[in-house]
């Protein structure tokens, strides 16, 4: 609606004939650019790169499901250049505004009506659009005594460029064309990547010969990468944590009911992510911990184990029922003040708020799932498992690897307990001295909390002196490039550098400024150094 009403008012403002009317830029976020290819030929000049671009490469990109804007960055925009001579403007008694409305009459085609002959209407036309500059250099100003005055006779017409306020280079070539896809708002950019790539593909079989075509930015490699951690820690914690389940619970049985809380509990949170429309990434997912997931069913299975170890002749089910009840408000409430040190994160707003309330949102959901399991399924399964496990007592002396791990850690916990309980006011001093340190802390952090991210590429900010030239800062990024791929050959796979502003101006720069991007090798290629700290310090 704002887009709509906006448009609107531009539609009603007159400007003069000389000044293009304003345009709303496309329909994305700040993250929208998703995709950059660059351009480039040794044979071709980058007016002839913008104009391939313009004519032959963007009208097929733009055509792709899901793409907001395929966005000019680079090259030279081709145009027809009348530099009239005052001179011979004055010696045939012509002006300026003369000149204007020859061009503008001269250069357009006109509809001459329709001729009926034999039954048949033949439309006329006149067609007196310009082409070549020798078209305009022809068109006729005035006539003097009888004799044609041609625009050739008081100005000089040749192919020249729109003033430039941007450039490209690449790979230490020299100048070449960038093109920037741009995602329509609430697209998957995995998908939209993707469908470019292929009709990349495609494009690169109509280009001539010399003009090359090369991606050098994909969001679907960040995206791959990112869902490649987040399965990586999410199997290596679970497995973990079934791991030391079974260490503690000393069950195979107990663990296996334990162990099933984990991917149940996800698969509820999943449910949940989808219905609120919360993605999947590293944010939202790298946050949860197994160890509060099945928290709940830990304690429940575990007491349900030892009850029915004491009261072997009352009926397991009766058991286990009176277990499940025992542990549930003491459970349940640990499981409201967890959820309860998320609630802040949800009311954050602005950036804070898009990064941090997935995932609050992913563990509520999680611990939600978790509970619900708890009180219905586990002890179900408990009743059933348990109920075969039951064993005559074991020999005297026997002893199991779990009962000494529990006897060795109650002998720490217990003298422990007993002190605080025996210094309550010193414990509770304590605590309140280390919630306000940690208070104080937070409000130190800042940006710090916000994770880094590795893309596998690196922005180089460069600036120079106000006032320089297009041409001076395009030899500048241009060495620089050169300078990057001679002492890091095996670190980086593209460098480009966008000097400027494009075509759209989505980010807009003075000539003074550059941004030199690198895309980077596998890490396994690298020489210089082990990682991406220590290849910026080189």
């Given at each position: 609606r704002a887009r709509q009403l906006v448009s609107e008012r531009i539609g009603s403002v007159r400007l003069p004939d000389d000044v293009h009317p304003p345009s709303l830029g496309p329909i994305a976020t700040g993250l929208g650019e998703v995709f950059q290819y660059v351009l480039h030929s040794e044979t071709l000049s980058p007016e002839e790169l913008r104009t391939l671009h313009h004519w032959v490469v963007r009208p097929q990109l733009v055509q792709v499901p899901g793409v907001a804007e395929i966005n000019t960055w680079g090259g030279r925009e081709k145009q027809i250049h009348v530099l009239v001579d005052p001179d011979a403007l004055a010696a045939h008694a012509l002006t300026l505004d003369d000149v204007a409305h020859a061009l503008r009459a001269g250069n357009r085609n006109v509809g001459g009506g329709s001729l009926d002959q034999a039954g048949e209407a033949l439309l006329v036309q006149g067609q007196g659009l310009a082409a070549r500059p020798e078209d305009l250099a022809s068109m006729v100003l005035a006539?003097?005594?009888?004799?044609?005055?041609?625009?050739?006779?008081?100005?000089?017409?040749?192919?020249?460029?729109?003033?430039?306020?941007?450039?490209?280079?690449?790979?230490?070539?020299?100048?070449?064309?960038?093109?920037?896809?741009?995602?329509?708002?609430?697209?998957?950019?995995?998908?939209?990547?993707?469908?470019?790539?292929?009709?990349?593909?495609?494009?690169?079989?109509?280009?001539?010969?010399?003009?090359?075509?090369?991606?050098?930015?994909?969001?679907?490699?960040l995206v791959d990468?990112?869902?490649?951690?987040?399965?990586?820690?999410l199997l290596e914690g679970a497995l973990l944590g079934v791991a030391v389940r079974f260490v503690?619970?000393?069950?195979?049985?107990?663990?296996?009911?334990?162990?099933?809380?984990?991917?149940?509990?996800?698969?509820?949170?999943?449910?949940?992510?989808?219905?609120?429309?919360?993605?999947?990434?590293?944010?939202?997912?790298?946050?949860?911990?197994?160890?509060?997931?099945?928290?709940?069913?830990?304690?429940?299975?575990?007491?349900?184990?030892?009850?029915?170890?004491?009261?072997?002749?009352?009926?397991?089910?009766?058991?286990?029922?009176?277990?499940?009840?025992?542990?549930?408000?003491?459970?349940?409430?640990?499981?409201?003040?967890?959820?309860?040190?998320?609630?802040?994160?949800?009311?954050?707003?602005?950036?804070?708020?898009?990064?941090?309330?997935?995932?609050?949102?992913?563990?509520?959901?999680?611990?939600?799932?978790?509970?619900?399991?708890?009180?219905?399924?586990?002890?179900?399964?408990?009743?059933?498992?348990?109920?075969?496990?039951?064993?005559?007592?074991?020999?005297?002396?026997?002893?199991?690897?779990?009962?000494?791990?529990?006897?060795?850690?109650?002998?720490?916990?217990?003298?422990?307990?007993?002190?605080?309980?025996?210094?309550?006011?010193?414990?509770?001093?304590?605590?309140?001295?280390?919630?306000?340190?940690?208070?104080?802390?937070?409000?130190?952090?800042?940006?710090?909390?916000?994770?880094?991210?590795?893309?596998?590429?690196?922005?180089?900010?460069?600036?120079?002196?106000?006032?320089?030239?297009?041409?001076e800062s395009v030899r500048y990024g241009t060495q620089i490039e050169r300078l990057l791929l001679e002492r890091f050959p095996d670190e980086v796979a593209h460098v480009w550098t966008r000097t400027g502003t494009a075509e759209v101006a989505t980010d807009p720069m003075g000539l003074e400024v550059s941004d030199v991007f690198v895309t980077l090798t596998p890490r396994d290629q690298w020489t210089v150094a082990e990682d991406q700290d220590g290849l910026v310090d080189h």
């Open positions: 006539h003097a005594d009888g004799v044609p005055i041609h625009l050739s006779d008081v100005a000089e017409v040749r192919i020249g460029h729109e003033t430039r306020r941007g450039a490209v280079t690449y790979q230490g070539q020299g100048e070449a064309v960038l093109g920037l896809g741009f995602m329509l708002a609430g697209e998957n950019s995995h998908a939209l990547t993707q469908r470019l790539r292929e009709r990349l593909i495609e494009v690169e079989r109509t280009l001539p010969d010399g003009a090359e075509l090369t991606r050098v930015y994909e969001r679907r490699d990468q990112v869902l490649e951690t987040v399965q990586e820690n503690f619970l000393g069950s195979v049985r107990a663990g296996l009911i334990v162990a099933l809380a984990i991917p149940l509990s996800m698969l509820f949170a999943f449910d949940a992510m989808i219905r609120f429309g919360i993605a999947g990434s590293l944010m939202s997912l790298g946050a949860i911990d197994f160890g509060l997931v099945v928290d709940s069913s830990v304690v429940m299975v575990e007491n349900a184990a030892r009850r029915v170890g004491e009261e072997p002749d009352r009926p397991v089910r009766d058991v286990v029922r009176d277990a499940a009840v025992e542990v549930r408000r003491p459970t349940l409430f640990g499981e409201l003040v967890i959820a309860a040190v998320y609630l802040p994160v949800l009311t954050l707003e602005g950036i804070e708020g898009k990064l941090f309330r997935p995932m609050a949102l992913t563990v509520v959901f999680a611990l939600l799932g978790s509970m619900l399991l708890s009180v219905t399924l586990m002890p179900v399964l408990a009743s059933y498992a348990l109920e075969r496990r039951r064993r005559p007592a074991r020999a005297k002396g026997a002893k199991r690897i779990d009962q000494v791990l529990m006897r060795a850690l109650l002998a720490v916990y217990r003298p422990a307990l007993e002190r605080a309980l025996a210094h309550p006011r010193l414990v509770l001093g304590s605590a309140f001295c280390v919630v306000l340190a940690a208070a104080g802390l937070a409000t130190q952090l800042g940006s710090e909390f916000v994770p880094r991210l590795r893309e596998q590429a690196v922005v180089i900010n460069t600036v120079r002196i106000a006032g320089v030239s297009l041409d």
